[in-house]
């Protein structure tokens, strides 16, 4: 079958802002429950819905690839998040910008965090396709996998403005403008809605990246790359909160830049699927890089800020 790119984007984007929505509440959630793992709640979400999604990717691939890709690179990708994730783990590893004394139990700490929190996401993937797995006419799409091979054919042409184009671009269009009518008039929340305006624009570039996957058999180049850049970009933005008043509007963007756009660039969802889909040597590769590559580029970034400024000893305002 044959889907027009442009489609697949819309899709991608007004699925994008619902999952940066449910993120941003299954957050605040995570606050009141007082969960010490950094982000389990969204993540582990994110997995399952991604674990039951796949169990209907045939039938959902042969009826709309965009509605799909919207489902589990927008929604799911966007639930979860590798970059705010990492940036929870490096400020835990090395005490910042808290106040008190530095010790080998911050290590240990990071350490467990990393192990247990990726452990739990496989999991997670795991039981979302268990749970896929008990609708009974799933089992008609386990019985045609053998014998149908689904080849979707992306096109990059101009769209034909047929009815799915329609419905795509009117729900993405009615959604933006929405976000920015309450991004003037909801001065209380207007980080959320910042947030949602730009996370369509984070979701589409991993989506766009992900097609560098192929590069490489056994490494999925294209994730690694939305990932790492989203992490980087968190890291700079994240010191710019430390200098703005919480009112102050470039506070709200600032916010909203590492809720939407990085949030939404960067994914655990799919990092921990395409793992699952590894042997065990490239599979210890490809995660042990990413989140050590991930690390690295946040010590360069917020890190070394941090230990040369003194901002240990900072509270951030924003």
């Known amino acids: 079958m044959e889907e027009n790119i442009y489609v697949v984007y819309l899709s991608v984007s007004i699925f994008a802002i619902i999952?940066?929505?449910?993120?941003?509440?299954?957050?605040?959630?995570?606050?009141?429950?007082?969960?010490?793992?950094?982000?389990?709640?969204?993540?582990?979400?994110?997995?399952?819905?991604?674990?039951?999604?796949?169990?209907?990717k045939i039938q959902l691939t042969l009826w709309q690839y965009a509605l799909y890709t919207g489902l589990s690179t927008g929604l799911c990708g966007s639930?979860?998040?590798?970059?705010?994730?990492?940036?929870?783990?490096?400020?835990?590893?090395?005490?910042?910008?808290?106040?008190?004394?530095?010790?080998?139990?911050?290590?240990?700490?990071?350490?467990?965090?990393?192990?247990v929190s990726l452990t739990a996401y496989t999991a997670m993937i795991k039981f979302g396709n268990h749970i896929g797995k008990l609708f009974p006419f799933n089992k008609e799409t386990e019985e045609t996998t053998t014998t149908t091979t689904t080849v979707t054919t992306v096109k990059r042409e101009k769209p034909e403005f047929n009815i799915k184009f329609m419905i795509y671009s009117g729900l993405t269009g009615v959604a933006m403008m929405a976000a920015i009518i309450l991004t003037i008039f909801d001065g209380d929340n207007r980080k959320i809605w910042i947030s949602c305006l730009l996370a369509p624009?984070?979701?589409?570039?991993?989506?766009?990246?992900?097609?560098?996957?192929?590069?490489?058999?056994?490494?999925?180049m294209g994730t690694f790359l939305a990932n790492i850049v989203g992490t980087l970009?968190?890291?700079?933005?994240?010191?710019?909160?430390?200098?703005?008043?919480?009112?102050?509007?470039?506070?709200?963007?600032?916010?909203?830049?590492?809720?939407?756009f990085c949030g939404c660039l960067t994914t655990i969802s799919t990092f921990i699927n395409e793992l699952?889909?590894?042997?065990?040597?490239?599979?210890?590769?490809?995660?042990?890089?990413?989140?050590?590559?991930?690390?690295i580029?946040?010590?360069?970034?917020?890190?070394?800020?941090?230990?040369?400024?003194?901002l240990k000893n900072t509270i951030m305002s924003c």
């Open 19 to 56: 999952g940066v929505l449910i993120r941003i509440g299954l957050n605040t959630i995570e606050g009141e429950l007082y969960i010490y793992l950094p982000y389990i709640l969204t993540n582990s979400i994110g997995c399952i819905l991604l674990g039951f999604i796949n169990t209907f």
């Open 79 to 115: 639930i979860t998040t590798f970059s705010s994730w990492n940036l929870a783990i490096f400020q835990d590893l090395f005490n910042l910008p808290k106040l008190g004394a530095y010790s080998y139990k911050n290590i240990f700490s990071g350490i467990l965090e990393i192990i």
């Open 233 to 260: 970009c968190l890291g700079i933005f994240f010191i710019f909160r430390f200098a703005f008043d919480q009112k102050d509007f470039l506070c709200h963007f600032l916010v909203a830049v590492g809720d939407g």
């Open 276 to 295: 699952n889909s590894l042997n065990t040597k490239n599979l210890y590769v490809y995660c042990l890089t990413s989140v050590a590559v991930a690390q």
């Open 201 to 220: 624009f984070g979701a589409c570039l991993r989506y766009l990246l992900s097609f560098r996957n192929s590069m490489f058999t056994d490494f999925p």
């Open 297 to 310: 580029v946040l010590c360069f970034s917020f890190g070394f800020y941090g230990w040369t400024s003194g």
